[in-house]
């Protein structure tokens, strides 16, 4: 079937029936919450009427069209185990989900989000190289959002980002345990407690050196 260039996506409200003949003219298609048509060229006069009748729209190329085959696609290329793109968790292939990396409905609408699908290097935005495997419980909670979902998208396929990841996490709780039996030291009821002020005070002369706390008096007043 010969595939036409332009999409139109109309959204159902109290005033499409103000267009109905039309769509029905031009062979458009129900989705239940829409129609769509597609075009070759830009329907001047469509559009026209549903500005006029403040029906809302989108208008954008084919390629940007979720395809009915992309599950399928997404399987052919690829070969298993699987693992969530976001959090990592290993996955069964009859309950994984497959996600659009680039939201689809971000792609219609925003010239920045279609930015970003050519920047990694999809053609389409049912290319191999958008498309994820997912646990319903990310796919659920990334929905349409952009922003550092797209970046833990691109960088969950690397085995390297989540060893890097696990040792950063490691890193900033131990940090945040010294940092906290440091601050331990300006409290006067923890002399009290035994071996916790030796170990408070050499985490406090190795995180707040003397040379640090002369220059704050003031600040180490105010914590003690």
Same mark, same amino acid.
């Given at each position: 079937?010969?595939?036409?260039?332009?999409?139109?996506?109309?959204?159902?409200?109290?005033?499409? @029936?103000?267009?109905?003949?039309?769509?029905?003219?031009?062979?458009?298609?129900?989705?239940?919450?829409?129609?769509?048509?597609?075009?070759?060229?830009?329907?001047?006069?469509?559009?026209? &009427?549903?500005?006029? @009748?403040?029906?809302?729209?989108?208008?954008?190329?084919?390629?940007?069209?979720?395809?009915?085959?992309?599950?399928?696609?997404?399987?052919? &290329? #690829?070969?298993?185990?699987?693992?969530?793109?976001?959090?990592?968790?290993?996955?069964?292939?009859?309950?994984?989900?497959?996600?659009?990396?680039?939201?689809?409905?971000?792609?219609?609408?925003? =010239? @920045?989000?279609?930015?970003?699908?050519?920047?990694?290097? =999809?053609?389409?935005?049912? %290319?191999?190289?958008? !498309?994820?495997?997912?646990?319903?419980?990310?796919?659920?909670?990334?929905?349409?959002?952009?922003?550092?979902?797209? !970046?833990?998208?691109? $960088?969950?396929?690397?085995?390297?980002?989540?060893?890097?990841?696990?040792?950063?996490?490691?890193? $900033?709780?131990?940090?945040?345990?010294?940092?906290? $039996?440091?601050?331990? %030291?300006?409290?006067?009821?923890?002399?009290?407690?035994?071996?916790?002020?030796?170990?408070?005070?050499?985490?406090?002369?190795?995180?707040?050196?003397?040379?640090?706390?002369?220059?704050?008096?003031? #600040?180490?007043? $105010?914590? %003690?």
């Amino acid at each position: 079937m010969f595939m036409k260039n332009y999409v139109l996506k109309i959204y159902k409200s109290n005033k499409t @029936y103000l267009i109905e003949k039309t769509l029905l003219r031009e062979g458009a298609r129900d989705y239940g919450k829409f129609y769509t048509i597609q075009y070759n060229e830009k329907p001047k006069r469509l559009i026209k &009427r549903l500005d006029r @009748y403040g029906i809302y729209y989108r208008w954008y190329r084919s390629e940007y069209e979720r395809a009915g085959n992309y599950r399928q696609v997404f399987f052919e &290329r #690829t070969k298993g185990p699987y693992r969530c793109r976001y959090c990592h968790r290993r996955l069964k292939k009859a309950y994984m989900q497959i996600d659009h990396i680039v939201p689809v409905a971000a792609v219609q609408r925003s =010239a @920045y989000a279609r930015f970003l699908l050519h920047l990694e290097g =999809a053609e389409n935005v049912n %290319s191999i190289r958008n !498309l994820a495997p997912a646990c319903k419980k990310c796919n659920k909670k990334k929905l349409d959002k952009m922003g550092l979902w797209i !970046l833990r998208g691109w $960088l969950g396929k690397y085995e390297a980002y989540w060893v890097i990841r696990r040792i950063v996490i490691v890193l $900033l709780i131990v940090l945040l345990c010294i940092v906290s $039996l440091a601050l331990l %030291s300006f409290v006067p009821e923890t002399k009290n407690v035994p071996y916790l002020w030796e170990i408070s005070v050499f985490f406090r002369e190795l995180v707040f050196p003397e040379r640090w706390r002369t220059g704050g008096t003031m #600040t180490i007043m $105010l914590l %003690s």
